[in-house]
């Protein structure tokens, strides 16, 4: 067997991805844990910010020149890169063979057979990967990712996804629940269902996202279920009455705003307005008193105005988020802002706002925290908490981090745990009986 070293970047999707190159490669090559080990190396790559590429690239350079000293090794390409750039790396010599995420099914005759093609990243309009059990080596045997969809629709103008994954489609449902049949009775407590915009999830018009909610939360009562990324325009009140029904669905709800101003909005595709994503985050605090939000927010896109930052900044305050990724604004190539819109906002205007946006956020989720002090909350234990072995870490159902005195506990189980004292990230606990 030839060892194969798989690195992974970006989001949730890759991770998910690579398990399946994982699993499509397992006949001939066995995972190792370094680089320096393998007879193949695979980079599985983010083109979300241009930062994201610069470092896939930096570690190119840096694979490449191991390449030269040792063994001889084969270097590829997967993931967003793969469909962007498609053969320049290969051109440059610092990759072997290039592969988009619709192509994952060819990597074992790239491998081995020395006539086939070492670039392909052609899109399809019905690859999910439908047959292929993901090989779950980043697991902890707790939690795991099911995609139930891939690509996406919807253009926003800042982002290369709809390009590099192409056009969206769904999982046969019989399939996503087989596999999350099948993680239950290895083991696993909790499951997060994954797609660029899982609102949009349909198979054969019929079956909708929110039925494939409850079905997959009616087949273990305690088996965790929860889902990313939603779309704002997408979130149906049908869906948040499935998740208010069933207990194990968590808590959470992840919706990117991107920005406070219609304006914006409109300038990034988005397809709602200020007013419509408040709406919605009423109708989730209507129906779902106890779930968190969390968002995602981009400081100084193309002609944000001060005021147009300012209306960021109220409608955070408005929604109270209770977490946040946030980013400046990186122009990328190929996208219909990079054609048509100016970068015009200076880099220092930009940082300012985001340190601006970041400041806010962190008071935002203090202020979370601290009403949780006093609560108690079923957490499913993670593993040891970074800071002390003699602690535990684990999440409650709104996705809120809370580490707690070891004592007898175990990871992959569900305890009690009362809130004591918070910091803007964690929440600290002790454990209570459960049947608190
Ligand atoms: S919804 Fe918009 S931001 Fe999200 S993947 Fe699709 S195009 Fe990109």
Redesign the pocket.
């Known amino acids: 067997m030839k060892q194969l070293y798989i690195e992974t970047y970006g989001c949730q999707m890759n991770f998910a991805d690579s398990e399946i190159v994982a699993s499509v490669l397992s006949a001939t090559h066995s995972l190792c844990e370094k680089a320096q080990d393998a007879d193949v190396i695979i980079l599985n790559t983010c083109s979300i910010r241009e930062n994201a590429e610069q470092k896939v690239l930096k570690r190119l350079e840096e694979l490449h020149a191991l390449q030269k000293k040792g063994k001889s090794r084969r270097i590829g390409l997967i993931g967003c890169m793969a469909s962007r750039y498609k053969t320049q790396w290969m051109e440059s010599r610092l990759v072997d063979f290039v592969a988009g995420p619709d192509a994952y099914r060819f990597l074992p005759e790239m491998l081995t057979d020395a006539e086939a093609p070492q670039v392909r990243t052609e899109l399809s309009l019905d690859e999910t990967y439908l047959g292929i059990t993901p090989l779950r080596y980043q697991s902890n045997g707790i939690s795991a990712f099911v995609p139930i969809m891939r690509g996406?629709n919807?253009?926003?103008t800042y982002?290369v996804?709809?390009y590099t994954r192409g056009r969206e489609r769904s999982r046969n449902p019989e399939s996503v629940l087989q596999e999350i049949r099948d993680l239950a009775e290895k083991g696993y407590k909790e499951i997060t269902l994954l797609g660029?915009?899982v609102n949009s999830y349909r198979w054969e018009n019929a079956y909708d996202f929110p039925r494939l909610m409850a079905d997959a939360a009616g087949m273990d009562p305690k088996l965790r279920i929860r889902f990313t990324t939603s779309?704002p325009k997408d979130l149906s009140d049908g869906l948040l009455e499935v998740m208010a029904a069933y207990p194990n669905i968590c808590k959470n709800i992840h919706l990117p705003a991107q920005s406070g101003s219609t304006e914006v909005l409109r300038r990034m595709n988005r397809k709602y307005t200020r007013e419509s994503y408040l709406e919605r985050v009423e109708s989730i605090r209507r129906h779902l008193p106890d779930a968190t939000i969390s968002t995602d927010l981009i400081s100084g896109f193309c002609g944000e105005t001060e005021e147009d930052h300012r209306q960021t900044l109220s409608l955070m305050e408005t929604a109270r988020f209770d977490y946040a990724f946030m980013f400046k604004y990186s122009e990328r190539s190929g996208t219909y802002a990079a054609k048509h819109l100016a970068d015009d906002i200076p880099d220092e205007v930009k940082t300012a706002r985001l340190e601006e946006v970041i400041a806010l956020q962190r008071q935002l989720s203090y202020e979370s925290h601290r009403k949780d002090i006093g609560k108690t909350f079923e957490i499913l234990v993670e593993g040891p908490s970074k800071r002390s072995d003699a602690h535990l870490f684990g999440r409650n159902s709104q996705n809120k981090v809370i580490v707690f005195p070891k004592e007898d506990c175990q990871a992959g189980t569900y305890v009690h745990v009362k809130v004591i004292d918070c910091t803007t990230a964690t929440l600290l606990g002790e454990k209570v009986q459960n049947n608190a």
Do not use: I, K
Request: charged residues 0%.
């Open positions: 996406c919807n253009f926003c982002c996804v709809p660029q915009n779309h």
